[in-house]
């Protein structure tokens, strides 16, 4: 399915994982793609139209209307850059709740496989290795405890001068994890030839490093 090599790098909410992924693309040269900010936008889209995150069939359809681009840094949703609109944490929420609608995430398939395109592509997500790219030749399952991500984002918000209350985060990043692990479709599991890398101790220029070492050896064997 994919001519050209995919690392596809999964983990749950707030692992770093969009960091790490966005620095091996760079140094690779390779493309990136960055399959949450298509769930975000989807919630987004779906609250603009009054549409319930839970109603499986409108969400989808809404979904079938939208122009979403990537542009440098920009996420465009119908030429309009809605990169910080998607980025809140009540977006993020919804974002988990309309992934659990099977028939959205059939949606979003071909899109997210054109983004496969040379030199190769490094991919960040839930069901990037599991579902959407299951042929990437390399697979890193990112993750840290939930008290490390939940802080994580909490020093995040802080610095955005954002509100921030460390409990109710912690809270959001439990809930989002048990539905994104709990859902029938394309669930949050580490596909079974994934490297698992905790962050817990870890900064994002060695995990960074490990996925360029790890990549090496393969183009090495
Ligand atoms: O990576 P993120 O926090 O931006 O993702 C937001 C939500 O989107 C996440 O809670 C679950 C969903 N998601 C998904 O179901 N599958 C993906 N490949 C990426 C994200």
């Avoid at 990537?70 to 996420?75: A, T």
């Avoid at 099977?102 to 997210?112: C, E, F, I, M, S």
Wanted: with cysteine; charged share 20%; hydrophobic share 45%.
């Amino acid at each position: 399915m994919t001519n050209f090599p995919v690392i596809a790098v999964d983990g749950p909410s707030a692992s770093g994982k969009g960091t790490v992924a966005q620095l091996v693309a760079t140094k690779l040269g390779f493309h990136y793609l960055d399959s949450g900010a298509l769930y975000r936008i989807v919630a987004y889209a779906a609250k603009q139209n009054n549409i319930a995150w839970d109603n499986a069939l409108a969400v989808t359809e809404c979904a079938k209307t939208l122009n979403i681009e990537f542009v440098n840094e920009q996420v465009l949703l119908n030429n309009l850059d809605v990169s910080s609109e998607i980025r809140t944490e009540a977006i993020g929420k919804g974002a988990s709740q309309v992934a659990v609608h099977a028939p959205l995430r059939a949606t979003l398939v071909d899109l997210q496989h054109k983004f496969c395109k040379a030199p190769g592509l490094v991919a960040d997500g839930r069901d990037m290795g599991t579902v959407i790219f299951p042929d990437a030749v390399l697979k890193i399952f990112l993750t840290a405890s939930t008290e490390t991500r939940a802080q994580r984002r909490y020093q995040q918000l802080l610095a955005k001068n954002q509100p921030a209350n460390y409990e109710n985060i912690l809270q959001d990043l439990t809930e989002r994890d048990a539905r994104d692990k709990g859902r029938a479709s394309a669930p949050l599991t580490m596909a079974d030839e994934a490297t698992l890398l905790e962050t817990d101790n870890l900064g994002v220029s060695e995990a960074v490093d490990y996925i360029l070492q790890k990549y090496q050896v393969l183009l090495n064997t």
